[in-house]
């Protein structure tokens, strides 16, 4: 790959829900990407990483634990009923947690390392023909999304992302030019 493919990547990748939530992502390459994500840098090499892959009922189960706490926390009909479904819109949703460190300085480099590896894990996944969102956990569900998830209750989940084949396209959005400080 040239430094000008990987740039081309990069440009190309979009945020898109625009997913055929019909069709099966290949277990091979969802195993890639979940392999890619764990090669994004980790400082005092703590793998913080923690991975579930959701597919089939889970899906739900993950929606109906959310819109639980959602409704408990006087959250808006509406926005309780809408968390219900939303993760049935793709085929597999991919939850992606950090391990807490030894200190805060490292919770927070594992919380780094954790994004980093989504953004791995996005870029593998545009380089495969998928579509792919990144979803913010929803506020008060960290407890709820790890027993579904089955991760260690002290993990802080970073990231439910959105996979699948597109049936539509995004347009870019563009970017302003980069404001850089040269010193």
């Known amino acids: 790959m040239t430094p000008q493919d990987l740039a081309q990547l990069i440009r190309a990748r979009r945020s898109s829900l625009l997913i055929d939530a019909q069709r099966e992502v290949p277990r091979n390459i969802v195993e890639e990407l979940c392999e ?27 929606g109906e634990a959310i819109s639980l706490v959602m409704a ?10 809408k968390a219900r479904s939303k993760y049935l819109r793709s085929p597999i949703v991919i939850a992606v947690g950090a391990a807490p460190g030894d200190s805060e300085q490292r919770t927070a480099e594992n919380r780094y390392a954790a994004a980093a590896g989504i953004q ?17 956990p929803p506020k008060g569900a960290n407890d709820a999304m790890n027993a579904v998830c089955q991760f260690p209750a002290t993990t802080e989940v970073m990231g439910l992302i959105y996979v699948g084949y597109p049936n539509g396209v995004v347009e870019s959005p563009g970017r302003p030019t980069a404001q850089v400080n040269w010193l």
Do not use: M
């Not at 840098?41 to 703590?46: D, F, L, S, Y």
């Not at 791995?120 to 913010?136: M, P, R, Y």
């Open 72 to 81: 408990t926390q006087g959250e808006e009909d509406f926005k309780v009923t």
């Open 36 to 62: 890619l994500l764990t090669w994004a840098p980790n400082h005092k090499r703590t793998w913080p990483w923690h991975i579930a892959v959701l597919s089939g009922d889970t899906r739900r189960e993950l």
């Open 120 to 136: 791995n894990l996005l870029l593998g996944a545009e380089a495969h023909g998928l579509a792919t969102l990144w979803g913010s």
